[in-house]
């Protein structure tokens, strides 16, 4: 089989991490650091780089089919990758009355790209996981298919997350010792590795963009999955999803806008700014002892799309 030359696309690896200087922390003794995943790779930006790489190394080549919501960033960089290292993609979309709609930008960017789209009713989408569903899909699929769950969350990406915790152990060059090292989850596969790449005395925060209260066990089971056992301290605060995946509320949007005044960096609303807006006001509960470095996973970047899907449990 075909040997992906993923080396090629030029990763910027590891990931550039900087200090963010920010008066509403630092009266609360907090330093906060930005880990900025969002500049891996254009196509494949932040956590798709470290969930895709490893399943894209497992495929050698072969057609990968996945599945997404209508705006799914993750069909996006699948599409992207597929483009780049030449093997055929298949999205399975929810949603079967899109079919007869014209695409949206960014299913649209996933055709261009050369993905082959599936649109299937809801029903359907829930029971993905089925073997019979599975199978059933497969047959419209170009013959080998390597799958990749929605999200790219499987032991694969897992493993493929755990270096980003290792780029954070201390010592962090001149920036000092990282305490904290926060992320927002939606499948939960970031923080999965994330903690087990984590040193010593270190430990990670999920701020969880989904409410449901589901997140904790799929996380174990994720890492039961990776590396037969729990790995790594790391703990949820599920108090800043604002409503759910895709809503948003005065405050936060409030939030998003001041920062990106302040420190010249617009960010992504869906998950980076919950994740920030959490540490924030974490910090000000005094959640955090004095001397705290934080490190804040930027995960993604802002996108012109209407991103209202949810990623399936």
Known sequence: MTVLDLPSLGPLLPSPLGAVEDERLARHGVRLL?????????????????KLAPNLDA?????????????SNHLRATAAAGRLLGFPTVGVVRGEELADRPLNPSLARCAADGMRLLFVDR??????????????????????????????????????????????????????????????????????????????????????????????????????RAFGGPSGDWSLDERFHCGGYARGTPDLDDFADDFAQRHGLA?????????????????????????????????????PTQPDEVPSR
């Not at 495929?59 to 705006?71: D, H, M, S």
């Not at 755990?162 to 596969?189: F, I, N």
Request: glycine share 16%; charged share 20%.
């Open 34 to 50: 930005l880990k900025r995943d969002d500049l891996i790779h254009p196509d494949l930006v932040g956590n798709k780089w470290r």
């Open 59 to 71: 495929a050698a080549g072969r057609p990968v089919l996945t599945f997404g919501g209508a705006y």
């Open 123 to 224: 029903a359907t989408y829930r029971a993905k996981d089925d073997p019979e569903v599975l199978a059933r899909l497969l047959e419209r699929a170009p013959e080998g298919c390597f799958v990749v769950p929605e999200g790219g969350s499987n032991a694969l990406a897992v493993r493929g997350c755990v270096e980003l915790g290792r780029e954070l152990r201390a010592p962090a060059g001149a920036d000092g010792h990282v305490d904290v090292v926060a992320v927002a989850c939606g499948t939960g596969g970031t923080l999965a590795g994330l903690a087990a790449g984590l040193g010593p005395g270190q430990r990670a925060l999920g701020i969880p963009v989904l409410k449901g209260g589901f997140l904790g066990a799929e996380i174990r089971a994720l890492q039961e």
């Open 267 to 303: 960010i992504e609303r869906i998950y980076v700014a919950k994740m920030l807006y959490g540490l924030f006001a974490l910090a000000a509960e005094g959640a955090f002892p004095r001397g705290t470095t934080l490190a804040a996973v930027i995960t993604g970047r802002p996108e």
